[in-house]
């Protein structure tokens, strides 16, 4: 998996005024925790920090703090604000290169499914996937083949395996399906009936 560079600027806790007056001057407020590590709160350029929130992208966050505190980080919930989509509030976690890390991917789905070039449509309905594996295994995507697809199948997160990596997402998680169109129903059922006048 890809890294990326982040660098915070460590804070004390504050008000609500003082958390105001962050934001104002274009910085979010952000903490981390982790690993047995005391939580550190800090804040990160609202640009910067657009570069991991705006993405359909997973990375490893290289997080440098003004303190001299360093270490790996994965994205671990963000807070929106509800009209302006603006990021208010993250949460990271510390992660290391000896212990698994939990993580969401991007799944692409790949293939020309036969249920496809049969009529259907293939709907995609998972676009990211929770996995855990080491550092060292973390994929940037997860591709999931769609060729053997049919009309009226599906796939799920069970049925998906990657060497070195455990998918945490539940197993009923439909990642992608081929539906049938009103075009194809309506053939099959033009098939039946003339079938049944035979």
């Not at 208010?88 to 993580?103: A, G, M």
Request: charged share 20%; net charge positive.
């Amino acid at each position: 998996m890809k890294h990326i560079e982040l660098k915070g600027q460590v804070r004390e806790a504050g008000n609500k005024a003082a958390v105001k007056a962050v934001r104002r001057a274009g910085q979010v407020p952000c903490n981390i925790y982790g690993l047995g590590m005391e939580n550190i709160l800090f804040t990160i350029d609202a640009q910067d920090l657009k570069t991991i929130t705006h993405t359909p992208n997973s990375y490893i966050i290289d997080l440098h703090l003004s303190d001299g505190r360093n270490g790996y980080a994965v994205l671990h919930e963000v807070q929106y604000h509800p009209v302006t989509d603006e990021a208010l509030h993250v949460d990271f976690l510390f992660v290391s290169e000896d212990k698994p890390v939990t993580i969401e991917v991007p799944v692409l789905v790949t293939g020309h499914a036969e249920g496809v070039k049969m009529g259907g449509k293939l709907l995609v309905s998972s676009r990211k996937l929770r996995i855990s594996a080491m550092m060292n295994n973390l994929p940037d995507v997860l591709e999931v083949d769609s060729t053997h697809l049919m009309i009226g199948k599906q796939i799920v997160a069970g049925d998906l395996n990657y060497e070195g990596v455990t998918i945490v997402s539940p197993k009923a998680t439909i990642i992608c399906s081929v539906r049938p169109t009103r075009a194809t129903q309506q053939a099959k059922m033009e098939q039946q009936a003339t079938g049944k006048k035979k």
